[in-house]
């Protein structure tokens, strides 16, 4: 009985939305519109509209541009339209191909004819795709196709390519009608899911499609594409030739190795090519400097071979796609940047991008785009991904476990040391301020801190290693200063009070005495949600770092032998080898 009534409610949920989410999406802008078909003539979207509207409620007709006419139902809040689409291709009421649609891609509405919509409801036209350098994307203008006889329809069958066969093939299995391999031969079970298609659509089931039938089939099928408007275009400066979703982005500007096709849409879409002379190195390079970029999410495969690569990042807001080659010394590509959660029309698009991609002759002048403003956060004009929150760390055995300040691993979704190499938290005493990381990966540190076991001394003087800003210089730098006190201010002996000007940056550092032992690892300038005094800093001492070593199942180096004062120099080298940059990302 509860499968029953949970079989009902699916139907009844999605009429009940579809009576009363409109009438409030209606009084909004922010509606949005369920396309459940695409017609290449006015004639057969009006048909198609009048037979959808026998079996749904809601349903629109409106011109899309170009020459085709698309069929509607909403308009809906974008979550009720999301439980409206899922329910009805559920229960096989629309094609799986429908999806969300925004006001943007509508012009004037001719169905149903008397419609009495709310203005906000029925869009202003929307002007055509701006042209790019080289070329005005333009779709081709289609007329209604005559209708065939069973053997005319057999006879328009036999000229179709083996190409064209699969494509009906692919098409009929993408609808949910065909399940079996996509061969371009017409067997039984091509057959007669032609015939179950032609009944479900309205038409006599004959398990032959005419002419007009093949081309409402595919016209379902890329019902997608059709609403980003994908159109060829030639970038002949970037020596590129490809299909673009070209109602959603339009060229921007040249920033060598990118051609920017930014956003134009309501999706927020966007499209990079890639275009450089190089070798390997330079491609490889390239791999590596995409991966830093706040376009391309950090989750996600990627795999790089001898001549090309892809980077798949994800992210609950944005998917990013980038494939690129080297071929006769040139390396081409593109990057697909597009919203998460529209899933299917991302993986049509992208599909349509790649088997489309062709190289033309010439490559992007280097020195393109050298006009542009220059940012350290910037490259080529796109947004360098920065982490929440950098510190420092130190490392503290051969295989490159590194002890740091509890902050920097709080609330983190990834921790990274030196930005290349991903850790994991070992031991995270936040009481004491102390984290141990150890790497995915074993490290060969040049140095490993080695843990004083002599009592520091009230105002030796220490070197603090620390990046000061959080890596921006790139390398740590050294801050001296002497021990105030050997504990706390409220008695604590396992924290040392130091007269030492430190930076944010530098918290998770160690601290060094003049022979080069570590004394103790710098504190966060907050003390108990207190900012300290200029010029006062803490650190917790050797002993507690060995405690946490120890939880954390590390064994630290032993001190070195004494060998009295180090020079400068060698204090810092051996300071900057031990530190590494400990960062957080979200």
Not at 240 to 269: K, N
Not at 440 to 453: D, H, I, M, Q, R
């Amino acid at each position: 009985m509860k499968k029953l009534f949970a079989a009902l409610a699916l139907p009844l949920i999605a009429l009940a939305i579809a009576f009363t989410a409109p009438v409030a999406a209606q009084s909004s802008r922010d509606g949005v519109w369920i396309q459940i078909a695409a017609r290449p003539s006015l004639t057969q979207a009006e048909a198609e509209a009048r037979s959808f509207a026998t079996r749904l409620p809601d349903v629109s007709g409106f011109a899309l541009g170009g020459g085709w006419y698309g069929v509607v139902l909403g308009p809906y809040t974008r979550a009720d339209a999301e439980r409206v689409l899922q329910v009805y291709r559920a229960e096989g009421q629309i094609p799986r191909d429908s999806f969300i649609a925004f006001q943007r891609n509508l012009r004037s509405q001719f169905y149903p004819v008397a419609a009495e919509a709310a203005p906000s409801a029925v869009p202003a036209p929307v002007p055509a795709a701006p042209a790019t350098p080289e070329s005005q994307p333009q779709t081709a203008v289609q007329t209604a196709l005559p209708d065939e006889t069973p053997a005319q329809a057999r006879r328009s069958e036999r000229e179709l390519s083996r190409e064209q066969r699969m494509e009906l093939q692919v098409a009929l299995k993408a609808a949910g009608f065909y399940t079996s391999s996509i061969d371009g031969a017409f067997g039984r079970g091509t057959r007669r899911s032609m015939s179950d298609w032609q009944a479900a659509r309205g038409f006599e089931p004959t398990g032959v499609l005419t002419t007009a039938q093949r081309q409402v089939l595919m016209d379902e099928y890329n019902a997608p594409l059709i609403s980003v408007g994908m159109a060829r275009v030639e970038d002949t400066k970037a020596g590129i030739a490809l299909q673009i979703p070209a109602g959603e982005v339009g060229f921007d500007r040249y920033e060598s190795p990118f051609a920017h096709y930014t956003s134009t849409g309501d999706l927020g879409a966007q499209l990079l090519l890639i275009s450089q002379p190089g070798d390997k190195r330079t491609l490889f390079g390239l791999y590596d400097i995409l991966q830093t970029l706040e376009i391309v999410p950090l989750e996600g495969p990627r795999e790089r071979g001898s001549d090309s690569f892809t980077i798949e990042g994800r992210s609950s807001k944005t998917v990013s796609f980038t494939q690129a080659s080297l071929k006769n010394g040139e390396i081409k590509g593109f990057t697909l940047i597009w919203p998460a959660g529209d899933e299917d029309r991302r993986t049509r698009v992208l599909a349509a991008i790649q088997s489309s991609f062709s190289r033309l002759e010439g490559v992007l002048d280097p020195a393109a785009g050298g006009d542009a403003v220059q940012s350290i956060d910037l490259v080529s004009g796109l947004e360098i991904r920065k982490p929440k929150l950098s510190r420092t760390g130190f490392f503290v055995d051969g295989s490159g476990s590194v002890l740091t300040t509890s902050d920097v691993v709080a609330g983190c979704t990834r921790i990274t040391l030196d930005h290349g190499y991903q850790a994991d938290i070992a031991a995270n005493n936040s009481a004491e301020g102390i984290a141990v990381l150890k790497p995915a990966e074993a490290l060969a540190p040049a140095a490993v801190a080695g843990l004083s076991t002599a009592s520091p001394r009230l105002q030796s003087e220490v070197a603090v290693s620390g990046f000061s800003y959080e890596g921006v210089l790139g390398a740590p730098s050294l801050t001296w200063g002497r021990i105030a006190d050997v504990k706390s201010l409220d008695g604590d002996t396992r924290v040392a009070r130091l007269d030492l000007a430190a930076q944010p940056g530098d918290a998770g550092g160690p601290v060094l005495d003049a022979t080069g032992a570590v004394l103790g690892m710098l504190l966060p300038q907050k003390s108990g949600g207190k900012q300290l005094p200029e010029g006062v800093s803490f650190a917790a001492n050797a002993e507690a770092i060995r405690s946490a070593l120890d939880a954390a199942g590390v064994a630290p180096a032993a001190q070195p032998a004494a060998a009295g004062s180090l020079p400068n120099a060698a204090m810092t080298r051996l300071a900057s080898s031990m530190t590494v940059l400990v960062s957080c990302w979200e």
